[in-house]
């Protein structure tokens, strides 16, 4: 791949992202991304996070290369003003920002919308109009995130210190750069011996690559050892979940996830070794498993274009290929094992009793997102619920999970809900402390929150040089109706999960098994072959 092929993949969605803009100038939401509010009219706020489509078209109205038709556009550089003054419009009183309801005074869009507005400002220096008012704003911004913590999700802490430390550039105020340094000194800390950090409970690959950018852009410009060290940490670990066959993270992280940033990975390409081998793999972009652009829907194209847009800025492309040895390895701490050998490339989240498996000779994948039952009164449980009291015993060639079914929620909105929460929101939640307790009342029932049931199961997974045998017990087994294996889906409530991958269909059926058994226990067994073939699977 070279860096017209990555500016090309980028250039082919502009006019879908400029197509969310409103550009009429007369409008009274002249410069707001979000269609559904402008156009469609369907929701009753703008979101923060999608006016980061600014810094977007800020590095393409900067970037001069013959495939790039935006270069130097005036068209172009006054609807980068219309959207910062947009978001400018859009601020709460207190500096912060909504991402999702009123009132919600969201970190994540508050500290990422902040840094495009802040890193759209040094690039384009006096083109910006109105700095002054501007600047004003983007100060109430940073001020506030510099009093608000965010402990659950740490990738968001991130775009934070990145925002204060370009507030510190564009003021040379040498104040924010302390404070820029002790939103770090929290990352430091925060940091698992393994290299990981928290998202909600455990690992995932999309979010720590996000850390990763974000952290990265910080430490190109101001050369903190500090944050070299926690890179290079973070990406010693990554490197496990970036796979050979060009396919990333999924059902194996807490969040599911299953896109990569790229940016961190090109800026620290000659500086970390480790991150030779993802640069090796995010480098064959027209022909790896990548959640690309047309796959996501238009919220996530105004997040992440401008950081693979700001890869090919930090791109030497000149790397080393890298050979994935074998390797068996296991993480205590974020307890997932990975086996690698001739025929096999195994990835297991103990804690959720996930498995991803690559057959290298076919190159086909296997994805078995736990067991699913379903009772006779038509509840559901899962055991690939994050549940860091599953029991496990381990040998050279047999992993054994022993764990709990538990009850997701799967809640959707409802009219009179909904009414309540906006009613409460735009009275209520105006309140500082009560907006913030919302936030963590919603998070609980929308991402944390699970019910155990008495439904147990026994999951051993053997992996040999020629075949992978699965054997699942399930008890009791009374009141089952059937169960489900290898679905891929994530249950659990996250924006960026979900979407479809190239070749998903394909990978594996379903197993659905209906349960007309009165044993005390149900018995599951199958057997793949190197070439990803069930050759045997049975039913007790």
């Given at each position: 791949?070279?860096?017209?092929?990555?500016?090309?993949?980028?250039?082919?969605?502009?006019?879908?992202?400029?197509?969310?803009?409103?550009?009429?100038?007369?409008?009274?939401?002249?410069?707001?991304?979000?269609?559904?509010?402008?156009?469609?009219?369907?929701?009753?706020?703008?979101?923060?996070?999608?006016?980061?489509?600014?810094?977007?078209?800020?590095l393409l109205y900067n970037?001069?290369?013959?495939?790039?038709?935006?270069?130097?556009?005036?068209?172009?550089?006054?609807?980068?003003?219309?959207?910062?003054?947009?978001?400018?419009?859009?601020?709460?009183?207190?500096?912060?920002?909504?991402?999702?309801?009123?009132?919600?005074?969201?970190?994540?869009?508050?500290?990422?919308?902040?840094?495009?507005?802040?890193?759209?400002?040094?690039?384009?220096?006096?083109?910006?109009?109105?700095?002054?008012?501007?600047?004003?704003?983007?100060?109430?911004?940073?001020?506030?995130?510099?009093?608000?913590?965010?402990?659950?999700?740490?990738?968001?802490?991130?775009?934070?210190?990145?925002?204060?430390?370009?507030?510190?550039?564009?003021?040379?105020?040498?104040?924010?750069?302390?404070?820029?340094?002790?939103?770090?000194?929290?990352?430091?800390?925060?940091?698992?011996?393994?290299?990981?950090?928290?998202?909600?409970?455990?690992?995932?690959?999309?979010?720590?690559?996000?850390?990763?950018?974000?952290?990265?852009?910080?430490?190109?410009?101001?050369?903190?050892?500090?944050?070299?060290?926690?890179?290079?940490?973070?990406?010693?670990?990554?490197?496990?979940?970036?796979?050979?066959?060009?396919?990333?993270?999924?059902?194996i992280g807490s969040r599911?996830?299953?896109?990569?940033?790229?940016?961190?990975?090109?800026?620290?390409?000659?500086?970390?070794?480790?991150?030779?081998?993802?640069?090796?793999?995010?480098?064959?972009?027209?022909?790896?498993?990548?959640?690309?652009?047309?796959?996501?829907?238009?919220?996530?194209?105004?997040?992440?274009?401008?950081?693979?847009?700001?890869?090919?800025?930090?791109?030497?492309?000149?790397?080393?290929?890298?050979?994935?040895?074998?390797?068996?390895?296991?993480?205590?701490?974020?307890?997932?094992?990975?086996?690698?050998?001739?025929?096999?490339?195994?990835?297991?989240?103990?804690?959720?009793?996930?498995?991803?498996?690559?057959?290298?000779?076919?190159?086909?994948?296997?994805?078995?997102?736990?067991?699913?039952?379903?009772?006779?009164?038509?509840?559901?449980?899962?055991?690939?619920?994050?549940?860091?009291?599953?029991?496990?015993?381990?040998?050279?060639?047999?992993?054994?999970?022993?764990?709990?079914?538990?009850?997701?929620?799967?809640?959707?909105?409802?009219?009179?809900?909904?009414?309540?929460?906006?009613?409460?929101?735009?009275?209520?939640?105006?309140?500082?402390?009560?907006?913030?307790?919302?936030?963590?009342?919603?998070?609980?029932?929308?991402?944390?929150?699970?019910?155990?049931?008495?439904?147990?199961?026994?999951?051993?997974?053997?992996?040999?040089?020629?075949?992978?045998?699965?054997?699942?017990?399930?008890?009791?087994?009374?009141?089952?109706?059937?169960?489900?294996?290898?679905?891929?889906?994530?249950?659990?409530y996250v924006p960026s999960?979900?979407?479809?991958?190239?070749?998903?269909?394909?990978?594996?059926?379903?197993?659905?098994?209906?349960?007309?058994?009165?044993?005390?226990?149900?018995?599951?067994?199958?057997?793949?072959?190197?070439?990803?073939?069930?050759?045997?699977?049975?039913?007790?």
């Amino acid at each position: 791949m070279n860096e017209n092929d990555y500016l090309l993949s980028v250039i082919e969605q502009i006019p879908r992202l400029i197509g969310l803009l409103n550009r009429n100038p007369l409008s009274v939401n002249y410069g707001c991304f979000d269609r559904d509010y402008w156009q469609y009219k369907i929701v009753d706020f703008p979101c923060c996070r999608k006016q980061e489509a600014v810094l977007t078209l800020t590095l393409l109205y900067n970037f001069d290369n013959p495939n790039n038709p935006y270069y130097n556009n005036e068209s172009i550089l006054e609807l980068i003003n219309a959207g910062i003054l947009f978001w400018c419009k859009i601020q709460e009183k207190n500096g912060s920002f909504n991402e999702w309801y009123p009132n919600e005074s969201s970190f994540v869009g508050t500290a990422f919308s902040a840094y495009a507005v802040s890193e759209t400002l040094i690039l384009l220096k006096s083109k910006i109009r109105n700095k002054r008012y501007i600047m004003s704003k983007l100060k109430k911004s940073v001020d506030w995130l510099i009093k608000t913590k965010e402990n659950q999700a740490q990738n968001q802490v991130s775009g934070a210190l990145l925002a204060i430390y370009n507030y510190y550039l564009l003021t040379k105020n040498i104040e924010y750069q302390r404070f820029a340094k002790s939103k770090l000194d929290f990352l430091y800390t925060s940091q698992n011996k393994e290299g990981w950090f928290l998202e909600y409970g455990g690992f995932d690959v999309g979010y720590s690559s996000l850390l990763i950018s974000y952290l990265g852009k910080y430490y190109l410009k101001s050369k903190d050892a500090k944050a070299l060290e926690i890179l290079k940490k973070s990406i010693g670990f990554i490197k496990y979940f970036v796979y050979p066959d060009f396919s990333f993270g999924g059902s194996i992280g807490s969040r599911n996830t299953q896109y990569v940033l790229p940016d961190g990975f090109e800026i620290t390409s000659e500086l970390i070794e480790d991150s030779n081998q993802v640069c090796y793999i995010l480098r064959n972009f027209s022909k790896n498993k990548m959640l690309s652009f047309e796959k996501l829907d238009d919220r996530y194209l105004c997040y992440n274009l401008y950081n693979y847009l700001q890869s090919i800025l930090y791109t030497t492309y000149k790397f080393k290929k890298v050979n994935i040895n074998n390797f068996d390895k296991y993480f205590k701490e974020a307890n997932i094992y990975i086996k690698n050998n001739t025929n096999f490339y195994v990835v297991m989240n103990l804690n959720k009793s996930t498995c991803h498996v690559l057959f290298k000779k076919s190159k086909k994948e296997f994805f078995d997102n736990g067991i699913s039952i379903v009772t006779n009164k038509n509840k559901k449980m899962y055991s690939s619920y994050l549940n860091d009291k599953t029991k496990l015993k381990i040998n050279d060639q047999t992993i054994s999970i022993f764990g709990n079914f538990s009850k997701i929620p799967d809640r959707q909105m409802k009219t009179f809900n909904y009414l309540v929460l906006r009613v409460f929101q735009l009275t209520f939640g105006k309140v500082g402390f009560i907006s913030r307790n919302t936030k963590s009342i919603l998070r609980k029932i929308l991402i944390t929150k699970k019910h155990k049931s008495y439904f147990n199961f026994v999951r051993s997974i053997e992996i040999n040089k020629d075949e992978i045998l699965f054997n699942d017990v399930v008890y009791p087994s009374n009141n089952i109706k059937y169960l489900i294996f290898g679905e891929p889906t994530a249950y659990i409530y996250v924006p960026s999960s979900n979407y479809f991958v190239d070749g998903e269909i394909e990978i594996n059926k379903k197993l659905r098994i209906k349960n007309s058994h009165v044993n005390s226990k149900i018995v599951v067994k199958r057997v793949l072959d190197v070439q990803g073939n069930i050759k045997n699977q049975s039913f007790s």
